[in-house]
C-alpha cells in the first residue's frame, strides 16, 4: 500500500458514507415518485438510484483501488459520488420529470445535494488546505447551479427561492469546509510543534541519562579508586617487601605479611561499604509491603524464630518519607526482637485503612520495661521520633510473656502537612544517629 493513502479513521467515514447513500438514495427515489406520480419501471429506477452508491461501497471497500490510487484515493472517491449525484439528478430532470413539474424538483434536487455537498467538503477538509476545500466547494455549488438553471423560470414565483438556495448554499458548503480546514491545519500545526516539542524532550532526557550516566561511573570510579586501589597497592608493596626479606630477616616479613593481612581485610571492608552504598534501597527495589517481607524472613531465618506475616497484597503507593519511616521502625523493632526478647515467634503486621496506616510488630519473648531498657532506648526514642515527624504515634506494650511495638501513622495529615511544606525531606538527625548507632 503506498504511503498515506488515507487515513484509517477517515476511511472508515467514507465507507460508512457509501453505505448509507446506498441506503437513502433509493428512499428519496421513492419519496419523490410517490409526491409527484412519476411512474418509472422498477429495473430502470434500481439502476439509476443505486448504480452510483454501489460503485461508491466497492471503491472504499476493496483496498485495491487505495494501493492503485495512492494520494489520489480520496479526491477520486469524492469525485466519484459528486460527479454520480449531478448525473442522477440531470437524467431524472430531463427523462423522467413532466416538463411541467421540473423546476421544482429541480429545486428538491439543490437542496439535497446541498447535503451531499457539504459532507464532500468535510472529508477534503480533513486532508486539504483551506483554499482547495474553498475552490472545490464554490466549484461543486455553482455547477449544480448551472445545471437546474436551464429549468428554472427566471419571471417564475420559485425563482427567489432558486436564487436564495444557490447564495445559502455557495456559504454554507464553502463556509463550514474552509472553516473546518483552517481548524485541522492548526491543529496539525499544533499536533507537529507537540510532536517536536516531546522529541526534543526525549533528546534533552537521554543526554541528561547519558550525563547521569557518566557522573554514576565517575564516581564508581573513585569508590573504587579510594578503596580497591588504594588497599591493593598498599599489599602489593607490602607482599613485595615480604618476598625480599623473607631469606634475610623472617621476622621482620612476618611482621609485613600480618600488615598486609590487616590492610586487606580494611580494604575488603572499605569496598563492601562502597559497594553496598552503590545498591539501591530495597524499597526502591521491591516497595514497602515487599521490603518488609524481605527484611522480616531475612531477620527471622537468621535468629531461627517462626514468623507470622500479615502484609496487604494490594498497597497503595505512599509517599517515599513514609514508607522509609515505617520500614526503619520495622527494621528496628525486629533487630531488639533478635537482641533482647529471647523468644521464638515474631508477628508482622501491615494494614491501611482509609487514611490510618498501622505496622504492628509483636513478639513472644520475655519482655522488658520500657523506661528501663538501657541501651534499647536509643532505639526506641529514634522509633518515636520517627514517628511524631510523620504525625504518628508509637506504642509498645510489654509484659512477661512478650513484647508488641504498633505504629501508627496519620496519612491525610502528612498530605496536608507536606503540601504545605512542613514535613522536611531528609530525616531528623537525631533519628537518624539513632538507627545508625543500633544498625552499626
Known amino acids: 500500500m503506498k504511503r498515506n493513502a488515507i487515513e484509517p479513521a477517515l476511511l472508515q467515514f467514507l465507507q460508512l458514507y457509501a453505505l448509507l447513500l446506498l441506503l437513502v438514495q433509493p428512499l428519496f427515489r421513492l419519496l419523490l ?54 448525473a442522477e439528478k440531470a437524467i431524472t430532470l430531463q427523462w423522467f420529470i413532466p416538463p411541467e413539474r421540473r423546476e421544482l424538483v ?50 417564475g414565483p420559485l425563482y427567489p427561492l432558486y436564487v436564495v438556495i444557490v447564495g445559502a448554499r455557495l456559504m454554507s458548503v464553502t463556509g463550514v469546509g474552509a472553516g473546518l480546514a483552517w481548524l485541522l491545519a492548526r491543529q496539525r500545526e499544533r499536533q507537529q510543534a507537540l510532536a517536536k516539542a516531546h522529541r526534543q524532550l526525549a533528546h534533552y532526557a537521554a543526554t541528561v541519562e547519558q550525563l547521569a550516566v557518566s557522573h554514576e561511573r565517575n564516581r564508581m570510579a573513585r569508590e573504587l579508586h579510594d578503596t580497591l586501589a588504594h588497599a591493593l597497592s598498599g599489599v602489593t608493596v607490602q607482599l613485595e617487601a615480604v618476598d625480599a626479606l623473607w631469606e634475610s630477616d623472617r621476622a621482620k616479613a612476618r611482621a609485613l605479611l600480618a600488615q598486609a593481612l590487616q590492610g586487606t581485610r580494611g580494604g575488603l571492608a572499605e569496598a563492601r561499604h562502597a559497594l553496598q552504598s552503590l545498591r539501591a534501597s530495597p524499597l526502591e527495589d521491591l ?148 538507627m545508625e548507632r543500633n544498625e552499626l
Not at 438510484?49 to 494501493?67: D, G, K, N
Not at 503507593?317 to 537482641?339: D, F, H, I, K, M
Open 106 to 155: 429541480a429545486l428538491l434536487f439543490m437542496l439535497r445535494l446541498w447535503i451531499v455537498f457539504q459532507v464532500l467538503l468535510l472529508f477534503l477538509a480533513w486532508r486539504y488546505d483551506m483554499l482547495r476545500v474553498t475552490l472545490a466547494g464554490m466549484v461543486l455549488t455553482l455547477l449544480d447551479a448551472a445545471m437546474s438553471f436551464p429549468f428554472i423560470t427566471v419571471s
Open 287 to 434: 516497595g514497602l509491603a515487599l521490603a518488609l517481607r524481605r527484611l522480616a524472613e531475612s531477620v527471622t531465618t537468621r535468629a531461627g524464630l517462626q514468623l507470622d506475616l500479615a502484609l496487604p497484597r494490594n498497597l497503595e503507593a505512599l509517599p517515599p518519607p513514609v514508607e522509609q519511616c515505617v520500614y526503619r521502625v520495622a527494621q528496628e523493632a525486629l533487630t531488639n526482637v533478635v537482641r533482647h526478647a529471647r523468644g521464638s515467634r515474631v508477628r508482622v503486621a501491615l494494614a491501611r485503612d482509609g487514611d490510618q496506616l498501622a505496622l504492628t510488630i509483636a513478639d513472644d519473648g520475655r519482655g522488658f520495661d520500657p523506661a528501663g531498657a538501657g541501651s534499647a532506648r536509643l532505639g526506641i526514642k529514634g522509633m518515636r521520633e520517627r514517628a511524631e515527624m510523620f504525625g504518628g504515634t508509637l506504642a509498645i506494650e510489654s509484659t512477661p510473656h512478650g513484647t508488641t511495638v504498633r505504629l501508627s501513622l496519620d496519612l491525610s495529615h502528612y498530605l496536608v502537612e507536606n503540601s504545605r511544606g512542613g514535613w522536611p525531606g531528609p530525616e531528623p538527625r537525631s533519628a537518624a544517629l539513632h
Open 33 to 86: 415518485a410517490a409526491r409527484f406520480g412519476i411512474e418509472v419501471p422498477l429495473d430502470q429506477s434500481l439502476v439509476l438510484t443505486t448504480l452510483m452508491p454501489i460503485a461508491a461501497v466497492v471503491y472504499t471497500h476493496f483496498p485495491w483501488w487505495q494501493q492503485l490510487l495512492g494520494r489520489r484515493f480520496l479526491p477520486v472517491g469524492l469525485l466519484l459520488i459528486a460527479g454520480g449525484a449531478l
